[in-house]
């Protein structure tokens, strides 16, 4: 049975159902507000049963003494009690800045009122009766929600200001707290650093960091991928040659050391070095000393040398491929930077910072991610790491529809959905059914090359429909109305889609 009116009628009270939601409600908070005792208790009642915790007032002046002490998540307010009535609470909660969102009641549905709650600030409007137990729970938790959310964006911004000293380098999990601290360490000496981690991890912006936080940050910071240089022009590239030193050398040229001299040089995937230049390498480590290709003399540099590699150093060592000496020079002081997948909500940092970065360059605007791209970018593992993250977050904000990020704007959601496009995973050999459905795929090929471009597109389109509109309303429990809102189309056109749905089928 649902809430009562704001008269209340005997009989008519909440009943308190099990919870139908899932998720984190757990922590929700939320104050109720009403004049009328037996519709606090009811409303409770249902909040309560649902896991959420609640705190009661009778009037608009407790409310903002209970705020002040317990600041909740929701605030369910009554719009017309007697002295300070809903909009009084909202008004203050507004001046005040705080971070809760306020839900308004009123027994009169008038639009005027709707109208004007919206305009002040309210997050949501609720009237009297009550639609239904759940219609409430799912306004309360859906604000909720909208608050963690916010709330989150707000500690992001924090930390993006926080982390400006970093420049690109962004997260705030324990791991890289201990990234931070060694670089802020290690940044004032002249020491060598060996920079370890996957690719896509960010070894570049923590060599950058190093060096923008050392006494060289106004000298040349050079970086080298030592990977993508030919193996027979690395000394060269590295310290130099003279003018005739071999074919082409038509003219003397300074080494990449030369340039960097006074500031920092990054030897990008230096487990890549050829065995020669490890020789070299190891001379201008050891006394700050470089020969040019064709010299007989040796050029004394002031250079600080950071290394970075995704490779296994230790194991190109006992293949005989990576010089020990050279390794123990560069492994001075080691900074490992975690994989994305081991960082928690440093995720969502990241996608916060490149959404704003994206939005911007792109003249979108498009402020945040849904709670199912939230879900979506929490449980990927994201194999090309921080590179990969800054990738999806550009090609989803290119596709995306809406001033939101959805998941399905996601790159490697819509690989997922297409599984001959994504990674190979290791399975179990196909069932019939599996080998039913490649025997089907074949089919359509065949129908497909039979087909007009027009024809197979209209095909292709009225396959999209039905699966997204099914999966939509499964996810929304038949609630078409969140299921439009989802889909970004009002309630008519929604209908007319599944009506075509239906047609096409």
Request: aromatic share 6%.
């Amino acid at each position: 049975m649902s809430v009562s009116s704001g008269a209340s009628t005997p009989g008519r009270t909440l009943s308190a159902a099990p919870p139908p939601f899932g998720g984190e409600i757990d922590a929700v908070h939320v104050l109720v507000v009403d004049d009328e005792p037996a519709l606090r208790r009811s409303l409770a009642r249902v909040l309560e049963a649902r896991g959420i915790k609640v705190g009661l007032a009778e009037d608009g002046r407790q409310a903002i003494e209970y705020i002040q002490r317990t600041p909740p998540d929701v605030a369910l307010v009554d719009m017309m009690m007697p002295g300070l009535g809903g909009l009084d609470v909202l008004a203050y909660v507004k001046a005040e800045g705080l971070a809760l969102e306020v839900i308004l009641m009123t027994a009169f549905a008038d639009v005027d009122s709707a109208v004007e709650a919206m305009k002040a600030g309210a997050y949501h409007f609720l009237t009297k009766p009550f639609h239904s137990n759940d219609a409430v729970s799912h306004a309360v938790l859906k604000a909720a929600e909208h608050h963690r959310l916010a709330d989150r964006a707000r500690q992001l911004e924090q930390v993006l200001l926080s982390k400006e000293r970093f420049g690109e380098l962004i997260g705030d999990s324990p791991r890289m707290l201990e990234v931070y601290r060694l670089i802020m360490g290690v940044a004032p000496t002249s020491s060598t650093v060996l920079i370890l981690g996957e690719s896509g991890t960010g070894k570049e912006l923590v060599a950058r960091a190093i060096h923008q936080q050392s006494p060289r940050a106004k000298k040349p910071f050079v970086a080298v991928n030592c990977g993508a240089i030919p193996r027979e022009l690395v000394e060269s590239e590295l310290f130099g040659h003279l003018r005739g030193a071999f074919t082409g050398a038509q003219a003397a040229r300074a080494g990449l050391f030369e340039s960097a001299d006074g500031g920092t040089i990054l030897l990008d995937e230096v487990g890549d070095l050829p065995l020669a230049a490890q020789v070299k390498l190891l001379r201008a480590l050891q006394h700050g000393e470089i020969k040019r290709v064709g010299a007989d003399e040796s050029r004394t540099v002031d250079v600080r040398v950071l290394a970075a590699t995704n490779v296994d150093l230790h194991e190109r060592i006992r293949a005989g491929q990576f010089r020990q000496d050279v390794f123990y020079r560069l492994n001075v002081i080691a900074i490992e930077l975690p994989p994305l997948r081991e960082r928690g909500d440093d995720v969502l940092l990241l996608a916060n910072h490149y959404l704003q970065k994206f939005a911007r360059s792109m003249g979108r605007d498009i402020k945040h991610l849904s709670s199912d791209a939230v879900h979506a970018a929490r449980s990927y593992d994201w194999p090309g790491n921080v590179r990969e993250l800054e990738h999806a977050i550009e090609h989803a904000m290119v596709l995306a529809q809406h001033d939101v990020i959805s998941a399905t704007d996601l790159p490697f959601v819509r690989r997922s959905s297409h599984p001959s496009s994504g990674r190979m995973s290791t399975a179990a050999p196909a069932t019939a059914e599996e080998t039913s459905t490649a025997g089907d795929a074949e089919t359509r090929k065949d129908e497909w090359s039979k087909m007009t471009y027009a024809d197979a597109k209209k095909r292709m389109l009225a396959r999209f429909d039905n699966e997204y509109t099914s999966e939509l309303l499964k996810s929304t429990e038949g609630n078409m109305s969140e299921a439009a809102r989802r889909a970004g189309l009002d309630r008519s056109n929604f209908r007319r889609l599944l009506k075509r749905r239906r047609e096409d089928g």
